[in-house]
């Protein structure tokens, strides 16, 4: 009989585990499939976000005397607590959390370590505009009990798994194990995720150039030079079109299917970018390389960074790999 047509992402992480991890527990696959229900959870919440007005205001009681918390708290919130008492994890750290997130005293810890930038570009919320949620996940550096900041401190080039949730014109969950990166798309008629986008490689030409303009004259003079390059069109294959939203996982899931470069680089303001190297840079970085691309903070390969800070910032150059690594060249003074 021939399979049928539908391939929820249980059923794709089910297979994948017995073909390439043939003696895994399990808990892998299950801690992935959680991380893809809190992000169902997250998409109920964040199609109503418009309605807030007549449920509540964010911050106040909405009409049943119900408090309404802020949409990235609530995210922050649902994550955490799909997590927390698996036996899975032994540590968690957010973007929206100052210290490292412990697993409580009365649940038991396991072995990977999960980091998550719980709604990303929440200022677009208000204007309907496409957020996301970003996650990373890795096997603990310390022997046994609550996972510690060592855990956490890993170099991306240690995770196992990372992906990202993107609340747009539909709900999409885009994650790789190190098999390639594919796409799931959220069917709401039955809250399943459903493979849409097998084995997405970004395309040969990048199209799109990403980055926030305004801060032209913030940026060092290679930088600089590198945007007005590809905006003269003298780069190969370089980039014919400029898009930018403010959301990293909308200008990156754009620029992963249609080809091009994103880059938020230092300024003057911001003097190791904006992005955190752990929510936000490693877990692109990891898809973008698996999807056949290549991320750098202009001088470093991403994901060979080892963080000091669990909140530390990096500049961030990402997409189509012989984009990056012009910009790489500029930023030596090789161009
Ligand atoms: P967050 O909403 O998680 O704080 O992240 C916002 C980030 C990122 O999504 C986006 O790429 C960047 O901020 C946009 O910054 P600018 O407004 O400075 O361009
Ligand atoms: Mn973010
Ligand atoms: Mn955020």
């Excluded at 009989?1 to 992480?13: A, E, N, Q, V, Y």
């Excluded at 106040?60 to 005397?65: K, Q, R, T």
């Excluded at 890795?138 to 991306?156: F, N, S």
Aim: glycine letters at 10%.
């Amino acid at each position: 009989m021939k399979p049928h047509g539908i391939i929820t992402l249980s059923r794709f992480m089910l297979e994948e585990r017995r073909r390439v991890r043939k003696d895994a527990s399990g808990a892998f696959t299950e801690l992935l499939l959680e991380v893809a229900f809190a992000a169902k959870v997250v998409a109920r919440e964040v199609n109503k976000a418009g309605l807030v007005e007549i449920l509540g205001l964010e911050g106040g009681e909405n009409i049943h005397g119900e408090d309404v918390t802020k949409l990235d708290v609530y995210a922050n919130n649902v994550f955490y607590n799909a997590l927390d008492h698996m036996g899975l994890l032994c540590v968690m750290a957010s973007e929206e959390n100052d210290e490292l997130i412990e697993i409580p005293d009365r649940f038991p810890v396991g072995d990977y370590v999960l980091v998550f930038d719980p709604l990303d570009g929440s200022s677009n919320i208000d204007a309907n505009v496409s957020i996301g949620t970003i996650f990373a996940i890795y096997r603990r550096v310390t022997a046994r009990g609550k996972g510690t900041v060592e855990d956490l401190l890993q170099p991306g080039n240690r995770i196992l798994a990372a992906g990202y949730v993107i609340y747009g014109s539909s709900t999409m969950f885009v994650c790789s194990t190190g098999q390639g990166v594919h796409g799931f798309t959220l069917d709401p008629g039955i809250g399943e995720f459903i493979l849409s986008h097998q084995d997405i490689q970004v395309p040969e030409k990048a199209k799109v150039y990403s980055v926030n303009e305004v801060y032209y004259d913030k940026w060092d003079e290679p930088v600089r030079k590198f945007v007005d390059h590809i905006k003269s069109g003298a780069a190969d294959s370089g980039p014919s079109t400029a898009r930018y939203i403010g959301s990293l996982v909308a200008d990156f899931h754009r620029n992963l299917l249609y080809g091009g470069i994103f880059l938020y680089p230092a300024d003057t303001k911001n003097k190791n970018g904006k992005l955190r190297l752990l929510y936000e840079a490693n877990p692109m970085a990891y898809v973008i390389e698996q999807a056949g691309g290549y991320a750098s903070d202009g001088h470093t390969r991403i994901l060979d960074k080892t963080p000091t800070d669990i909140h530390e910032r990096t500049p961030l150059f990402i997409g189509n790999r012989n984009m990056v690594e012009l910009a790489e060249k500029f930023i030596a003074g090789e161009m």
